[in-house]
């Protein structure tokens, strides 16, 4: 079975420009979880998406946007790039909001996305 | 204040040796989750282990086991015999639920412990 995939696997971006992200997730998971980890800064919570709904968003601006689609897949748009969101950009997926906590979340390999 | 603290940024190991990494918790809600993950160099996130708060046992998933104290607010991970594949990124993780249609909440992750199996 698939697990959560991302792609582009590495993005160069050039200051202003807007990058997109794709993930999907596992088979029979509604839910997708955006993540940046930044060198220095750990994992950062980006966005929740489950049903096709935004369910929380992390303390990011609103540059950083996303959606999820009817087929559970989702992608992760960043307007107006910054030097700062060069960044590993991590895709998970788990089963869906009514679930209890203990529903895992499993990762992607992630989107490294350099700005220049 | 942190939600979830590991103390140790790096840690050298022999290899074979046990290692136990720590981590610690803060959370006023009753029903959690705890995950240790494992990042390699090359960035994926796997995931290693799952605790649940109402979970009477400590959790165990091969080489990998989970010292549950919840008292003490305690997930610390043992790596039993470790082997020089162990050696990557370890990060704990809690998962709460905190919004208010009852469900759970995205993961929140300590720093990391870098763990280098020497041989």
């Known amino acids: 079975e698939a697990g959560v995939t991302q792609s582009p696997t590495h993005l160069i971006k050039t200051r202003g420009q807007q990058a997109t992200l794709r993930c999907s997730p596992i088979?029979?998971?509604?839910?997708v979880y955006w993540y940046q980890q930044a060198l220095g800064l750990g994992l950062q919570f980006l966005l929740w998406?489950?049903?096709?709904?935004?369910?929380n968003r992390g303390n990011f601006p609103p540059r950083f946007s996303g959606r999820q689609f009817p087929n559970y897949s989702s992608e992760l748009n960043v307007n107006a790039l910054e030097l700062e969101d060069s960044a590993l950009y991590l895709c998970?997926?788990?089963?869906?909001?009514?679930?209890?906590?203990?529903?895992?979340?499993?990762f992607g390999e992630g989107s490294w996305l350099t700005v220049v | 204040a942190q939600k979830i603290t590991q103390t140790q940024p790096g840690m050298f190991v022999q290899e074979k040796e046990a290692v136990t990494l720590d981590c610690t918790y803060d959370?006023?809600?009753?029903?959690?989750?705890l995950f240790w993950y494992k990042q390699p160099s090359s960035g994926e996130m796997i995931f290693l282990i799952y605790q649940g708060s109402y979970d009477q046992q400590n959790a165990t998933e091969g080489r990998y086991s989970l010292n549950f104290q919840k008292a003490r607010k305690s997930a610390n991970l043992v790596i039993s015999a470790s082997q020089l594949g162990d050696s990557a990124m370890y990060f704990c993780a809690m998962r709460e639920v905190v919004n208010s249609g009852g469900g759970a909440d995205g993961l929140t992750f300590g720093k990391g412990t870098h763990l280098i199996i020497q041989p």
């Open positions: 959370t006023s809600d009753p029903s959690y989750g």
């Open positions: 088979s029979g998971h509604t839910s």
């Open positions: 998406y489950d049903e096709g709904e935004e369910r």
């Open positions: 998970a997926s788990s089963l869906g909001v009514s679930s209890l906590s203990g529903n895992t979340i499993y």
